[in-house]
């Protein structure tokens, strides 16, 4: 099925209201789920590459876990493909190490806010298997990202630190003004100008597909955060659009209204 950021942040964002485009590199092979994005009334920019990324997601019984295989690499982005996209956030979401270049974030940066979700840079792939690893140059490129998000594993790779909170200290040592920090059903943290946020899990009554949590949470923080919402209630806003997600497979097909109803009711149970 088709996954990544492009599919999930795209779909979830495109329930808010605010303007959005997605910039994306994929085969010809694949080209139906663009179609399907633009039927969804999502503007899709395509860089045509020679393969999509092709990736193995195995679940053990618990959610929050995952093993990956890459059977297939995209080609990287270029700054050409975007010279002419304007926004005041981009948020990027490489998929592997060699999406996006320190040079091309550099370049991104001087038109807007960059948003990061990290993932990408932290894979390894050896004999199509996923492993993670550090991001050789992150103290180049982390000083140009605004808001960088990363899973608990994922922090202590980047960072080199066990905790969360020294994790982030890292981060914010190196440019970072926001680290977005998930943990699945254990909630997420945010940190920024030395204060930290815990954001509860709002659970829904039964999991039925974690995948896209991540991108998820992401499209209803950056959304709240451009709506000048505090750290706090992005991230609680965030949070239960991610639950809220994993209550149906594929990507989130919510409403606002419908997610602001879902945190109320969380939050009073």
Known sequence: MPGGTALYFSCAVNKLDVNYVLVTALGAAEMEYVDYLRGKGIEVK?????????????YGENQDERTQNVLQIADTFTMEQLEDVEAKIFHLGPLLAGDFSTDLIKTLAAKGTIALDVQGYLRKVVNQKVYLTDWADKKNA????????????ELAALSGYDTVADGVKFLAGLGVKEAVITNGSRGSTIYSDDVFYE??????????????????????????????FDLQQS??????????KTMSPGPFVGTEAEVMKFLKDRSNN
């Open 46 to 58: 395509v860089q045509p590459s020679a393969h999509t990324v092709i990736f193995e997601n195995i």
């Open 199 to 228: 954001i509860p899990a709002y659970h829904p009554e039964m999991v039925v597909d974690a995948t896209g949590c991540g991108d998820t949470y992401m499209a209803g923080y950056l959304y709240k955060r451009i709506k000048d």
């Open 235 to 244: 991230g609680e806003f965030a949070a239960a659009m991610a639950g809220l």
């Open 142 to 153: 982390l000083q140009y990202i605004d808001v960088l998000k990363a899973d608990v594993a």
